[in-house]
């Protein structure tokens, strides 16, 4: 059932958790821009959704300047630290671990973004997320369903253990969640910026711990790590404009989808019955086997873009999705991730999407900082040429992807969601469902989904997909089963109307939160 949009016309901001949202709309009221409530909307997602994003983890944005009429992409994913080869990694990539992380790219993101565009004092964007983490905030049932289910992983860690638990029980529902060292972390933020992360105490505790763990991020790692500003990436869909991050980014593969669904009329994909289902898998099928293996980090490993956006691939993927196309494996993962989009009074725009890839990350937190690490380091391959093949530096493929759709020269819609791999398939269905159905953006967001398997051939059903049309798929050889736990996403959206009123959408699958005014 869809949530009623939430309208406003001086601001809007939409996250993964109520506290975030609110956190954002604080700053907005306060006088700041969508760069000022993004950042602290994005502090507390990082405090309050640890198990989907940290201070240790990455960000990919698309901010959008009202004045210029621009969209400037910032990429803040980390790379592999030194020593990071395939001798080292012999026997695997790990998930879990000291050497399951890459070095931590938010706070940089963080930082750039606020000299570019903010507005406020730095220190002012982070008294939300200090005050949640050292005053301590009441576990939602999502959140506590998260540690209950990676209770095993949390208490085979000190630090962990000593946050998640009490009475050696993992906290439930209600109970309060304090985290004294991450307030003490978010205030050296607060005072000296990334310096104090990035060269300063928390490099130094975060080194400490390597050391001591027999990891491979050193200080030095720490010190070199720079955000990089990018342009996105687009492609039209029947006359609207959708632009992604590029590689590393998995935003790639969204714009193919549409591409592939862009040789049909908008009239084969206006029902709810098998052949539309039919179309989108296929699309997605398509696009993934395309444009998968040139997801990568492009300073090592650039895609050609222009021969994947230009007319031969997009013409054999419409002909795969006329077709139908197969029932082929793709392999996906799991993943934790949390999403907020921002718009402010002058049109400013925002879009974060932030994680520390799998749930709960590597499952190592710093007893000295509270900052859980990400376990990024397990999507390189050890595989000799492969376009993620391990190596110092280097960042690997990320499935974090901001969209930001653009009708008639103007931004109209901030969509993001989490669910790994599903992020870029969601958010097609949500697109398809606008601009090929007419849906307003409340119902394109609340309509059933699907997902692809994790790891098979399979495809997962909403509940709320009629069962005939399940046989139907059934009968024409996919792999259907119903799931109401799989990763269909939790979308954060932001509508801006022609007259600018603000529509802010949060997905009723989650803990997702719109707050405007």
């Not at 992360?197 to 200080?219: E, H, K, V």
């Not at 402010?344 to 974060?352: K, M, P």
């Amino acid at each position: 059932m869809a949530r009623a949009p939430v309208v406003g016309r001086n601001g809007m901001v939409v996250s993964g958790y109520p506290l975030a949202s609110l956190a954002g709309l604080r700053m907005l009221e306060k006088g700041g821009n969508a760069v000022d409530a993004g950042i602290a909307a994005s502090a507390v997602l990082a405090t309050v959704m640890q198990h989907a994003t940290s201070p240790a983890g990455d960000v990919f944005a698309l901010i959008h300047d009202a004045a210029s009429g621009r969209t400037h992409g910032l990429n803040g994913s980390g790379g592999a630290p030194e020593g990071a080869t395939r001798a080292v990694f012999a026997s695997g990539m790990p998930e879990t671990g000291v050497r399951a992380a890459t070095v931590p790219g938010i706070v940089g993101a963080w930082e750039a973004a606020h000299r570019r565009f903010g507005r406020l004092p730095w220190a002012e964007l982070f008294e939300p997320a200090i005050a949640g983490a050292a005053e301590g905030f009441a576990l939602s049932p999502a959140i506590a369903r998260q540690i209950a289910g990676a209770a095993e992983g949390l208490r085979a860690d000190p630090g962990c253990r000593a946050i998640y638990f009490h009475d050696d029980r993992p906290l439930a529902t209600g109970a309060l969640l304090r985290q004294p060292a991450l307030a003490a972390t978010f205030r050296l933020i607060a005072r000296d910026g990334g310096a104090a992360f990035y060269r300063g105490p928390i490099a130094a505790s975060l080194a400490r711990l390597m050391a001591a763990r027999d990891g491979l991020m050193r200080a030095s790692c720490l010190a070199a790590y720079v955000p990089e500003w990018v342009a996105p990436i687009s492609t039209v869909y029947r006359g609207a404009t959708v632009e992604v991050m590029p590689p590393n980014s998995f935003g790639l593969l969204l714009l193919l989808q549409l591409n592939g669904l862009a040789g049909l009329d908008s009239a084969r994909l206006d029902d709810d019955g098998p052949d539309r289902l039919g179309y989108l898998m296929a699309a997605t099928r398509g696009a993934f086997a395309e444009g998968e293996p040139h997801i990568a980090d492009p300073r090592r490993d650039p895609a050609d873009l222009d021969r994947l956006l230009g007319p031969a691939v997009t013409r054999r993927l419409q002909d795969g999705v006329r077709e139908g196309g197969g029932v082929g494996t793709t392999a996906f993962a799991k993943g934790g991730t949390s999403t907020l989009s921002v718009v402010d009074r002058l049109g400013n725009a925002l879009t974060f999407v932030q994680s520390v890839f799998h749930p709960f990350g590597a499952f190592v937190l710093d007893p000295d900082t509270g900052l859980l690490l990400n376990n990024r380091m397990s999507r390189f391959s050890i595989e000799p040429g492969h376009a993620n093949e391990v190596m110092p530096g280097k960042r690997p493929a990320h499935t974090l992807n901001p969209v930001h759709v653009t009708l008639g020269g103007r931004l109209r819609y901030l969509l993001a969601t989490p669910g790994a791999h599903n992020q870029t398939i969601s958010i097609a269905q949500i697109i398809s469902n606008l601009v090929d159905r007419g849906m307003d953006l409340a119902d394109s967001v609340a309509h059933p989904r699907w997902t692809m398997e994790f790891g098979g051939p399979g495809v997962f059903i909403e509940p709320g997909i009629p069962n005939a049309v399940v046989d139907a798929l059934a009968a024409r050889g996919h792999a259907v089963r119903r799931n109401s736990a799989q990763f269909f996403g939790s979308a954060e959206t932001i509508e801006i109307a022609p007259g600018g009123t603000l529509f802010g959408v949060a997905d009723h699958r989650r803990d997702a939160y719109a707050a405007g005014f």
